[in-house]
């Protein structure tokens, strides 16, 4: 399961906070001691330290006493701390006694069914009192789902438990042990961990099934022996811990995807499983560049914490050893900390709370601080995030963001440290230039904020962003250049930009109109032209203005979506649908208000002037339905491109997530197709009026020459508007479309 991984137990909790010499330094103490204990005599913890004395010494005491103390707790005997000071004092005083200690011990009396006085803790450690007072009060959140701690239990290679054959090692901790096996009755193979202790795992994880989550299958309590099995998924590539380690020793700066599929090559060789001969993932692996493969890892694992907060699962222990890496590189989340299970090294309030503290946010990290104790209800889906952010960064660099001592004195000083560094600049990182990196960096900055709300809202979003690096020529529809005209539209008011493209074509059009019916109706007399113009005037002091508030209640809801995205508020469905909707309105807005003045004149002057016959009434309409397609041509392929290119990836910029983009953009090609066809009918129609007129001998007025053109040309506008927003759906739907099911950047979609 998790080659060379360090179960979720004794020193966990501090163990990442350490270098990677460090960290295996003191999960081989604890492993080594966790064999014996509990310890005959307190002197005897000084044969599992360090050898030689290192920086680490008192730390790693610390933590063999906590285990020591946890282990004798479960034979009935709960040692004080004094009888530890008394026999190490050339190492430990009360004094000197992390905080950590005092709480360890005093969970473990209350777990035993005493009721350890305020007033004693405080006499024995005064420095403590006020932080003991905090603890007690929030003792009674602290729940407990480990039935046993004890050294993790030893299954011969070769032999046989319950239903499972042992083939080989995986890994080892404290207080488990992971083996290859085959399941014999499902002849499969699967990563057994064997263990003492049990949580409910199993039962929370059930519920989910995702590509990129390691499916637990079930769980098994036997008697003899007395251990608890748990078996899961087996991935052979090892754990992203491995890759890390990989990057630290080369430059992140020259790095490509090889070092993972090295890494899985590895630990598929240990395990004596086959490499796949044919991988369009490990092929696009091999030559992308490291910024863009981090990337390419964080939406996968976006997808994968979305898809557990939705069931209303948290992780709560997001880092490298506790993701898998199958053969092909794919990395899958495991060991979700659903327990939130107490064992030694996690003192106190920290039983509450799983983790790293290496890759926790500020609000878990006061949430298991001695002196602060906050709510456990404030470390929720944010804190997974950043914790994934934490992740990637150190995938990205080798390192983690944050500058922290590298030897804490003790656990809570450790926690201290790591809380004080959430609020100070990150590292700076090395980087290698281009645009994935770019949108690498500011996604990860961005869910490294300081304040839960600040964060990306979800895995979903996370995820979104970050596929953004996997597509930057994609990149710049949704982060136009500064000096771009699509920024430049949207600084401009939505009022004045929209409210333009509809009305200007609509007052040209009206122009063009007016001198064609003067040229028109005056062969019908002098009475008819005046009679038509003061009809015209009236009617247009009417059509015009309502139009106009038509229009404006129509950009309303668009404007209000603008304000909020411009204030970095998640939009609604019904924004996006108002925003693509509003060409269809434009379009509309133009052509149902000149067919129908075609309609009314064409009768009033028909019933009011006998001249005026049906042929001519005919000729008459027509011209207005030419001039009502090209007042709807304009305005709904302008309003279409602002909508598709500047409005619409604005609004979904924040959360990169539109579940219906699919239906939009089937949508929205079809009624650019259809709106396309109209602005083509309506020249022909000009070109039928201009025939008529030239079959009768007439001199061509120059307005009507230029009406037609203007319908021509608008077919020409029409054409490049509807190619040009066809590529335009096509390049975000490369990072928007669900139908993209291909995991490799730019390979066509899987059937």
Same mark, same amino acid.
């Given at each position: 399961?998790?080659?060379?991984?360090?179960?979720?137990?004794? /020193?966990?909790?501090?163990?990442?906070? =350490? !270098?990677?010499?460090?960290?295996?330094?003191?999960?081989?103490?604890? +492993?080594?001691?966790?064999?014996?204990?509990?310890?005959?005599?307190?002197?005897?913890?000084?044969?599992?330290?360090?050898?030689?004395?290192?920086?680490?010494?008192?730390?790693?005491?610390?933590?063999?006493?906590?285990?020591?103390?946890?282990?004798?707790?479960?034979? $009935?005997?709960?040692?004080?701390?004094?009888?530890?000071?008394?026999?190490?004092?050339?190492?430990? *005083?009360?004094?000197?006694?992390?905080?950590?200690?005092?709480?360890?011990?005093? +969970?473990?009396?209350?777990?035993?069914?005493?009721?350890?006085?305020?007033?004693?803790?405080?006499?024995?450690?005064?420095?403590?009192?006020?932080?003991?007072?905090?603890?007690? #009060?929030?003792?009674?959140?602290?729940?407990?789902?480990?039935?046993?701690?004890?050294?993790?239990?030893?299954?011969?290679?070769?032999?046989?438990?319950?239903?499972?054959?042992?083939?080989?090692?995986?890994?080892? /901790?404290?207080?488990?042990?992971?083996?290859?096996?085959?399941?014999?009755?499902?002849?499969?193979?699967?990563? =057994?961990?064997?263990?003492?202790?049990?949580?409910?795992?199993?039962?929370?994880?059930?519920?989910?099934?995702?590509?990129?989550?390691?499916?637990?299958?079930?769980?098994?309590?036997?008697?003899?022996?007395?251990?608890?099995?748990?078996?899961?998924?087996?991935?052979?590539?090892?754990?992203?811990?491995?890759?890390?380690?990989?990057?630290?020793?080369?430059?992140? $700066?020259?790095?490509?995807?090889?070092?993972?599929?090295?890494?899985?090559?590895?630990?598929?060789?240990?395990?004596?499983?086959?490499?796949?001969?044919?991988?369009?993932?490990?092929?696009?692996?091999?030559?992308?560049?490291?910024?863009?493969?981090?990337?390419?890892?964080?939406? +996968?694992?976006?997808?994968?914490?979305?898809?557990?907060?939705?069931?209303?699962?948290?992780?709560?222990?997001?880092?490298?050893?506790?993701?898998?890496?199958?053969?092909?590189?794919?990395?899958?989340?495991?060991?979700?900390?659903?327990?939130?299970? #107490?064992?030694? $090294?996690?003192?106190?309030?920290?039983?509450?709370?799983?983790? &790293?503290?290496?890759?926790?946010?500020?609000?878990?990290?006061?949430?298991?601080?001695?002196?602060? =104790?906050?709510?456990?209800?404030?470390?929720?889906?944010?804190?997974?995030?950043?914790?994934?952010?934490?992740?990637?960064?150190? =995938?990205?660099? /080798?390192?983690?963001?944050?500058?922290?001592?590298? *030897?804490?004195?003790?656990?809570?000083?450790?926690?201290?440290?790591?809380?004080?560094?959430?609020?100070?600049?990150?590292?700076?990182?090395?980087?290698? $230039?281009?645009?994935?990196?770019?949108?690498?960096?500011?996604?990860?900055?961005?869910?490294? !904020?300081?304040?839960?709300?600040?964060?990306? &809202? !979800? /895995?979903?979003?996370?995820?979104?962003?970050?596929?953004?690096?996997?597509?930057?020529?994609?990149?710049?529809?949704?982060?136009?250049?500064?000096? &771009?005209?699509?920024?430049?539209?949207?600084?401009?008011?939505?009022?004045?930009?929209?409210?333009?493209?509809?009305?200007?074509?609509?007052?040209?059009?009206?122009?063009?109109?007016?001198?064609?019916?003067?040229?028109?109706?005056?062969?019908?007399?002098?009475?008819?032209?005046?009679?038509?113009?003061?009809?015209?005037?009236?009617?247009?002091?009417?059509?015009?203005?309502?139009?106009?508030?038509?229009?404006?209640?129509?950009?309303?809801?668009?404007?209000?979506?603008?304000?909020?995205?411009?204030?970095?508020?998640?939009?609604?469905?019904?924004?996006?649908?108002?925003?693509?909707?509003?060409?269809?309105?434009?379009?509309?807005?133009?052509?149902?208000?000149?067919?129908?003045?075609?309609?009314?004149?064409?009768?009033?002057?028909?019933?009011?002037?006998?001249?005026?016959?049906?042929?001519?009434?005919?000729?008459?309409?027509? &011209?207005?339905?030419?001039?009502?397609?090209?007042?709807?041509?304009?305005?709904?392929?302008?309003?279409?491109?602002?909508?598709?290119?500047?409005?619409?990836?604005?609004?979904?910029?924040?959360?990169?997530?539109?579940?219906? @983009?699919?239906?939009?953009?089937?949508?929205?090609?079809?009624?650019?197709?259809?709106? @396309?066809?109209?602005?083509?009918?309506?020249?022909?129609?000009?070109?039928?009026?201009?025939?008529?007129?030239?079959?009768?001998?007439?001199?061509?007025?120059?307005?009507?020459?230029?009406?037609?053109?203007?319908?021509?040309? #608008?077919?020409?506008?029409?054409?490049?508007?509807?190619?040009?927003?066809?590529?335009?759906?096509?390049?975000?739907?490369?990072?928007?479309?669900?139908?993209?099911?291909?995991?490799?950047?730019?390979?066509?979609?899987?059937?």
């Amino acid at each position: 399961m998790k080659p060379n991984s360090q179960d979720s137990g004794t /020193g966990s909790v501090v163990a990442e906070h =350490l !270098s990677f010499d460090e960290d295996e330094l003191l999960e081989a103490c604890l +492993q080594r001691f966790a064999e014996v204990a509990p310890a005959k005599t307190p002197r005897d913890l000084l044969d599992f330290l360090p050898d030689p004395p290192s920086e680490s010494r008192i730390f790693v005491l610390v933590e063999l006493i906590k285990l020591d103390m946890s282990a004798s707790a479960e034979s $009935g005997t709960i040692h004080r701390i004094e009888s530890y000071v008394e026999a190490l004092p050339e190492l430990i *005083s009360l004094q000197s006694v992390p905080v950590d200690l005092v709480l360890e011990e005093l +969970q473990l009396r209350k777990d035993a069914g005493q009721q350890p006085s305020i007033d004693e803790y405080a006499q024995r450690f005064p420095q403590f009192g006020s932080v003991l007072g905090k603890f007690l #009060g929030a003792a009674a959140e602290v729940t407990n789902s480990v039935h046993a701690i004890g050294a993790p239990p030893q299954v011969a290679i070769g032999s046989k438990i319950d239903d499972f054959l042992i083939i080989q090692t995986l890994g080892s /901790g404290a207080f488990a042990n992971v083996y290859l096996a085959q399941q014999v009755s499902m002849r499969r193979l699967v990563a =057994l961990k064997v263990s003492q202790g049990r949580g409910d795992e199993p039962q929370a994880l059930a519920q989910l099934d995702h590509a990129n989550i390691v499916r637990v299958f079930d769980q098994r309590d036997l008697t003899d022996p007395d251990v608890h099995l748990l078996y899961m998924q087996y991935m052979q590539g090892g754990t992203l811990l491995d890759v890390v380690k990989s990057v630290r020793a080369n430059s992140a $700066g020259k790095l490509t995807g090889q070092i993972i599929l090295d890494c899985v090559d590895r630990q598929c060789l240990r395990a004596a499983q086959a490499v796949p001969e044919r991988s369009a993932v490990r092929k696009w692996l091999a030559e992308a560049d490291w910024p863009t493969v981090v990337a390419w890892m964080g939406v +996968q694992l976006g997808r994968a914490l979305a898809e557990a907060h939705r069931h209303d699962v948290l992780h709560r222990d997001v880092k490298p050893a506790n993701v898998l890496l199958s053969a092909e590189g794919i990395p899958a989340l495991a060991d979700f900390n659903v327990s939130f299970a #107490g064992v030694a $090294g996690r003192a106190g309030a920290a039983a509450a709370f799983g983790g &790293s503290i290496g890759y926790m946010a500020a609000e878990h990290l006061r949430a298991i601080s001695p002196e602060i =104790l906050d709510s456990p209800s404030d470390v929720r889906e944010p804190a997974d995030l950043y914790s994934l952010a934490i992740l990637l960064w150190q =995938l990205w660099q /080798g390192q983690r963001p944050f500058d922290c001592k590298p *030897s804490p004195d003790s656990w809570s000083d450790a926690v201290r440290d790591q809380l004080e560094s959430r609020s100070k600049p990150l590292v700076q990182p090395v980087r290698s $230039g281009g645009a994935p990196e770019r949108v690498l960096e500011a996604t990860l900055r961005k869910a490294l !904020s300081l304040q839960p709300e600040d964060r990306p &809202s !979800s /895995g979903v979003e996370l995820a979104g962003q970050l596929k953004l690096a996997l597509h930057p020529d994609v990149a710049g529809l949704f982060d136009p250049d500064e000096t &771009s005209v699509r920024s430049w539209l949207r600084r401009r008011s939505t009022w004045v930009v929209a409210g333009l493209i509809i009305m200007i074509p609509n007052i040209i059009v009206g122009y063009f109109n007016f001198w064609y019916n003067k040229d028109t109706l005056a062969m019908f007399g002098q009475q008819v032209l005046e009679y038509h113009r003061d009809l015209s005037w009236k009617l247009n002091a009417i059509i015009f203005p309502v139009g106009f508030l038509i229009a404006l209640w129509r950009i309303l809801p668009v404007t209000q979506a603008a304000r909020r995205a411009g204030r970095d508020q998640e939009l609604t469905d019904r924004d996006l649908n108002a925003t693509l909707c509003l060409s269809h309105h434009a379009g509309l807005i133009g052509g149902v208000f000149w067919v129908a003045a075609g309609v009314f004149y064409s009768i009033v002057l028909t019933n009011r002037f006998e001249s005026f016959t049906l042929p001519h009434a005919s000729e008459f309409f027509l &011209s207005l339905l030419v001039c009502g397609g090209i007042a709807a041509t304009y305005p709904y392929f302008g309003i279409a491109i602002l909508a598709t290119t500047v409005y619409y990836p604005q609004f979904v910029r924040r959360s990169m997530h539109d579940d219906h @983009f699919d239906r939009r953009r089937g949508h929205a090609i079809f009624q650019n197709a259809a709106w @396309f066809m109209a602005s083509v009918i309506a020249p022909l129609l000009g070109l039928a009026i201009l025939i008529s007129r030239i079959g009768k001998k007439e001199v061509i007025p120059g307005y009507l020459l230029g009406l037609v053109g203007l319908a021509f040309v #608008g077919i020409l506008v029409s054409f490049f508007a509807f190619m040009y927003m066809s590529a335009y759906w096509a390049g975000m739907a490369e990072v928007l479309s669900s139908r993209r099911s291909s995991i490799v950047p730019g390979a066509p979609d899987e059937e």
